[in-house]
């Protein structure tokens, strides 16, 4: 497809979730006391190592890839001085504004409506780069070069991204029904050319794969936490590397 072709699907799937979306924002949608990103990164099975790779944020100029429908922007703001975010969605960018309203963390954060292709931001900008399911939505030839650019030297960049090598898992995440599955789009989850590709610029670049049998989790209900699951992944992953490939979620960790 091309980029124009993408960009209409996407920004029509995203708009039609913002616009449901919107009708249920009330106050459940509100943080509770304690809530914030590195609280989000602690509980998340997919979340691997983000905490401690990013460190301390609180004097930090953050982008974050992709705002969906705001929940990480209003984390984010809760442990950031300043969050500049973007999506291709403007009832996206909707939604995130009104949810960070009602968290009252609109002061710090600047939506913006945006291609991940073509960004509107001076080259060495962000002090940090953050992005949840978003890369794979983008085309790394130019994506990739826009993500170096935007950063600052010492800066880094990390992305929670869905793998697609697992042809169960692409069976189902196609054709069958399952807890708060979203509607597909344009987006193609990543295989290895792709990762490899989306750190070939940057001074130092690793990943690590994460949720095999712990996809569970998210086919049975996000609330639900299989601590078995979770322990037997870590010793398959580390002693059947073969395995890997296989898994749901891989996280990209970058320096400039």
Same mark, same amino acid.
């Given at each position: 497809?091309?980029?124009k072709?993408?960009?209409?699907?996407?920004?029509?799937?995203?708009?039609e979730?913002?616009?449901?979306?919107?009708k249920?924002?009330?106050?459940?949608?509100?943080?509770?006391?304690?809530?914030? &990103?590195y609280?989000?990164?602690?509980i998340?099975?997919?979340h691997?190592?983000?905490?401690?790779?990013?460190?301390d944020l609180s004097?930090?100029?953050?982008?974050?890839y992709?705002?969906g429908?705001?929940?990480?922007?209003?984390?984010?703001?809760?442990?950031?001085?300043?969050?500049?975010?973007?999506?291709?969605?403007?009832d996206?960018?909707?939604?995130?504004?009104?949810?960070?309203?009602?968290n009252e963390?609109?002061?710090k954060?600047?939506?913006?409506?945006?291609?991940?292709?073509n960004?509107p931001f001076?080259?060495?900008?962000?002090?940090?780069?953050?992005g949840?399911?978003?890369?794979?939505h983008?085309?790394?030839?130019?994506?990739?070069?826009?993500?170096?650019?935007?950063?600052?030297?010492?800066?880094?960049a990390?992305?929670?991204?869905?793998?697609?090598?697992?042809?169960?898992?692409?069976?189902?995440?196609?054709?069958?029904p399952?807890?708060?599955?979203?509607?597909?789009?344009?987006?193609?989850p990543l295989i290895?050319?792709?990762?490899?590709?989306w750190?070939?610029c940057f001074?130092?670049?690793?990943?690590?794969?994460?949720?095999l049998?712990?996809?569970?989790?998210r086919?049975?209900g996000?609330?639900?936490?299989?601590?078995?699951?979770?322990?037997l992944d870590a010793?398959?992953?580390r002693?059947?590397p &073969?395995?890997?490939?296989y898994?749901?979620?891989?996280?990209?960790y970058?320096?400039?």
């Amino acid at each position: 497809m091309s980029l124009k072709s993408i960009y209409q699907v996407e920004k029509g799937k995203w708009n039609e979730l913002a616009k449901k979306k919107e009708k249920r924002i009330i106050e459940n949608e509100l943080l509770k006391p304690g809530e914030d &990103f590195y609280a989000f990164n602690r509980i998340s099975a997919t979340h691997v190592g983000v905490n401690e790779f990013l460190g301390d944020l609180s004097d930090k100029h953050v982008l974050e890839y992709g705002c969906g429908l705001g929940q990480m922007s209003s984390l984010l703001a809760k442990d950031c001085p300043k969050v500049t975010t973007f999506d291709i969605s403007k009832d996206s960018i909707h939604v995130t504004k009104k949810r960070a309203q009602l968290n009252e963390v609109d002061d710090k954060i600047e939506p913006v409506v945006s291609a991940g292709e073509n960004l509107p931001f001076a080259t060495e900008s962000f002090d940090i780069i953050f992005g949840k399911a978003i890369l794979h939505h983008l085309n790394v030839s130019y994506g990739g070069e826009e993500l170096y650019r935007v950063l600052k030297p010492g800066g880094k960049a990390v992305f929670v991204e869905p793998m697609g090598m697992n042809p169960v898992l692409n069976f189902a995440r196609d054709h069958l029904p399952y807890f708060s599955k979203n509607p597909r789009g344009a987006d193609s989850p990543l295989i290895y050319d792709e990762i490899y590709a989306w750190g070939r610029c940057f001074r130092k670049f690793r990943f690590q794969e994460v949720q095999l049998l712990g996809m569970l989790e998210r086919i049975l209900g996000r609330k639900l936490k299989l601590k078995f699951a979770r322990k037997l992944d870590a010793f398959l992953l580390r002693h059947m590397p &073969f395995l890997r490939k296989y898994c749901r979620y891989v996280v990209l960790y970058m320096e400039k």
